[in-house]
């Protein structure tokens, strides 16, 4: 069988940014390695404004995974706190599986949680409630029955919002909470947790033998953990470590 890939928070922006040629070569490494899955854990876009956005980026990305998955790569997307529009149809065009927010995986005899990590910042006591309101049904609904240039505004708006409360939190809250870690782990019986969000690439040892792998973020360095057999590798920030 071949190796399991798994990134996120590629934030890409659109097709002329070097973040998106970034994404293009590792679409082709993940192909040349015949590897049996691809999971993206989460904010693959910088923004999604609706599966009908005919933005040259959302077409480009479309094609990059259609072709994994017609080459025999399974395509799993986590929505991210920034792509949680991400619908059917957008999957169904891509050739990808949309996940739950927590997703429990077998994972070389090793059972994996596998989320995106913004329900696990649950220090961020304002950040969480402007997730309850997005994630709301009835918000999606209306959101998405909005023409396109008035859905982009409000995405352009909401990035800037996000990026100014980023700026002025405390750095500790955009962290994971350990508690909500804890309970994690706990609830799903979890050996690996693994997720992106705080752009912060790491293994942390959980006891036990329990880790939780995190994922970096695209704009500063190609970023992935490559299950193998036996054998893992978390790639981040120019550098390479056995998990
Ligand atoms: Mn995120």
Redesign the pocket.
């Given at each position: 069988m071949g190796a399991i890939w798994f990134a996120s928070?590629l934030h890409l922006t659109a097709v002329e940014d070097a973040v998106f040629d970034r994404f293009s070569e590792f679409c082709g490494r993940v192909a040349a390695d015949r590897a049996a899955a691809l999971y993206l854990l989460?904010?693959v876009f910088e923004a999604w404004v609706g599966d009908d956005d005919d933005a040259p980026l959302a077409l480009a990305v479309t094609q990059r995974l259609r072709a994994l998955a017609d080459a025999g790569v399974a395509i799993f997307i986590t929505h991210?706190?920034?792509d949680f529009l991400i619908g059917a149809d957008f999957a169904a065009r891509a050739g990808a599986r949309l996940l739950a927010e927590v997703e429990i995986i077998e994972l070389a005899g090793r059972r994996v949680a596998l989320l995106?990590g913004?329900t696990l910042c649950t220090d961020d006591v304002e950040y969480q409630a402007v997730r309850r309101q997005l994630r709301d049904p009835r918000w999606q609904q209306q959101f998405l029955a909005q023409p396109l240039a008035a859905r982009r505004d409000f995405a352009a708006q909401a990035r800037a919002q996000s990026a100014a409360h980023t700026a002025m939190a405390p750095a500790e809250i955009m962290d994971v909470n350990a508690g909500a870690v804890s309970a994690l782990q706990a609830d799903t019986g979890a050996d690996w947790i693994i997720h992106?969000?705080t752009h912060r690439p790491a293994v942390h040892e959980l006891g036990s033998g329990r880790r939780r792998i995190v994922l970096g973020d695209w704009p500063r360095a190609a970023s992935w953990l490559c299950v193998d057999g036996e054998q893992a590798t978390l790639a981040f920030e120019g550098t390479e470590v056995l998990v």
């Open positions: 928070d989460g904010d991210g706190n920034r995106h913004d992106g969000h």
